[in-house]
């Protein structure tokens, strides 16, 4: 019976510096900042960083040293990938988690295409399933991987005023499947309820599809009346790139997602 005892002791103890040790391994990561070649390039290829207020872009810095540590780049269709894609895509992703405690973790890998890849969509009908392949620029799936093109995830970087950036539209796909699917309502921050985003997204979301089969133009891409989650993620592009014709056409779309995100992108200079 001691010897039970021993061997669970060992093993608890085990497990428990396993997890002490990881803590400690992501503190020193999040504290760590980049080198100075590394900011060069981020800032470079990815601009609305020099927008950030001083105290987020320091804590962007640890936060893509977190994400390079944790995520795999995997090219795809002969790609070599660069410590210049790694950078601009995690600096990306890591903007919109910047001052929040939500995380990507379900996140190992990401699969990098040149340009725009071929896809198999599959749609459901009552008993009848049909398939179709379609060229995307971006996927996001569930618990991972995400999938980009590097050809529009670089020139939706460099361009950060036209409202479409494929990297926040995917991984406002992650951050929305962190509540167990991918259906428009992510984890809510502190002080967000639930019936309130309902009220103001579904709100919104059903003027958009309004608008957009009326053939008006909309500050929100018109992909957005796909579906619930496809307008949560295009609205998350123009949050943060267009934060001030956001907030002008909906300014409750705009104060969710402030609260969401713990930011205001209309104060940045």
């Known amino acids: 019976m001691l010897i039970f005892f021993a061997i669970l002791l060992l093993v608890a103890g085990g497990v428990g510096y396993y997890f002490w040790s990881r803590k400690q391994a992501r503190a020193t990561l999040l504290a760590t900042p980049l080198s100075e070649h590394q900011r060069a390039v981020i800032e470079a290829m990815v601009p609305i960083v020099k927008r950030l207020p001083p105290d987020l872009r320091d804590r962007l810095q640890g936060k893509v040293n977190l994400f390079l540590d944790q995520v795999d780049f995997i090219g795809c269709d002969d790609l070599e990938v660069t410590e210049e894609m790694q950078l601009s895509i995690a600096a990306q992703a890591c903007i919109l988690v910047v001052n929040s405690d939500m995380w990507y973790d379900n996140l190992t890998t990401i699969l990098?295409?040149?340009?725009?890849?071929?896809?198999?969509?599959?749609?459901?009908?009552?008993?009848?399933?049909?398939?179709?392949?379609?060229?995307?620029?971006?996927?996001?799936?569930?618990r991972g991987p995400v999938i980009l093109s590097w050809a529009h995830s670089r020139q939706g970087a460099r361009d950060d005023h036209d409202g479409h950036n494929v990297v926040f539209h995917e991984f406002a796909h992650q951050i929305d499947d962190l509540s167990g699917g991918t259906?428009?309502?992510?984890?809510?921050?502190?002080?967000?309820?639930?019936?309130?985003?309902?009220?103001?997204?579904?709100?919104?979301?059903?003027?958009?599809?309004?608008?957009?089969?009326?053939?008006?133009?909309?500050?929100?891409?018109?992909?957005?009346?796909?579906?619930?989650?496809?307008?949560?993620?295009?609205?998350?592009?123009?949050?943060?790139?267009?934060?001030?014709?956001?907030?002008?056409?909906?300014?409750?779309?705009?104060?969710?997602?402030?609260?969401?995100?713990?930011?205001?992108?209309?104060?940045?200079?």
Do not use: M
């Open 112 to 142: 990098i295409y040149p340009n725009a890849f071929k896809s198999q969509q599959r749609r459901h009908s009552g008993y009848v399933v049909t398939e179709q392949e379609i060229v995307r620029t971006g996927e996001s799936w569930d």
């Open 183 to 269: 259906n428009g309502v992510p984890l809510l921050a502190e002080g967000q309820t639930f019936a309130e985003w309902e009220r103001v997204f579904l709100t919104a979301f059903e003027a958009h599809v309004h608008a957009v089969e009326s053939g008006r133009r909309t500050v929100i891409d018109p992909y957005g009346a796909e579906g619930h989650e496809e307008f949560f993620a295009v609205s998350v592009e123009v949050f943060f790139e267009r934060p001030q014709a956001l907030k002008h056409e909906n300014p409750e779309v705009y104060e969710q997602l402030s609260k969401l995100f713990r930011l205001d992108p209309v104060a940045w200079v």
